[in-house]
């Protein structure tokens, strides 16, 4: 798997124990979708592209760990779940919410296939 020590440090910074452990779920998720991805520290945030175009972003706030998928335009995604324009589309995961990782895979691999 093809790591990058700055988005290893960018994790292991996170302070607040259950937004690091979903930053770590998503990235692990996030390597399982895209074997060939490529992971970067961009915009103060973790980026993930696969050939060069970028797949996914973590991003931590306050109340949330955000997750986007680009290149979400075919997605079939529920009313209500994620946020943002067509081509990138954005769940917000809180404290207590239990994600559907495997759901969230399937559709970053979905996303991904034709970048």
Same mark, same amino acid.
Request: hydrophobic share 40%; glycine share 4%; charged share 25%.
């Given at each position: 798997?093809?790591?990058?020590?700055?988005?290893?440090?960018?994790?292991?910074?996170?302070?607040?124990?259950?937004?690091?452990?979903?930053?770590?779920?998503?990235?692990?998720?996030?390597?399982?979708?895209?074997?060939?991805?490529?992971?970067?520290?961009?915009?103060?945030?973790?980026?993930?592209?696969?050939?060069?175009?970028?797949?996914?972003?973590?991003?931590?706030?306050?109340?949330?760990?955000?997750?986007?998928?680009?290149?979400?335009?075919?997605?079939?995604?529920?009313?209500?779940?994620?946020?943002?324009? /067509?081509?990138?589309?954005?769940?917000?995961?809180?404290?207590?919410?239990?994600?559907?990782?495997?759901?969230? /895979?399937?559709?970053?691999?979905?996303?991904? /296939?034709?970048?």
């Amino acid at each position: 798997m093809n790591r990058n020590a700055e988005v290893t440090d960018f994790i292991e910074q996170i302070t607040v124990p259950w937004q690091a452990q979903v930053a770590s779920k998503l990235r692990e998720l996030v390597h399982e979708s895209i074997p060939e991805v490529q992971e970067r520290v961009q915009y103060k945030k973790p980026h993930f592209l696969k050939n060069g175009k970028y797949a996914a972003v973590i991003s931590p706030s306050k109340p949330a760990v955000s997750f986007t998928i680009f290149n979400a335009t075919g997605l079939e995604l529920p009313d209500g779940i994620f946020e943002g324009p /067509a081509e990138r589309k954005t769940i917000k995961i809180k404290e207590k919410d239990t994600p559907d990782y495997e759901w969230l /895979a399937g559709l970053l691999t979905q996303a991904s /296939a034709e970048l």
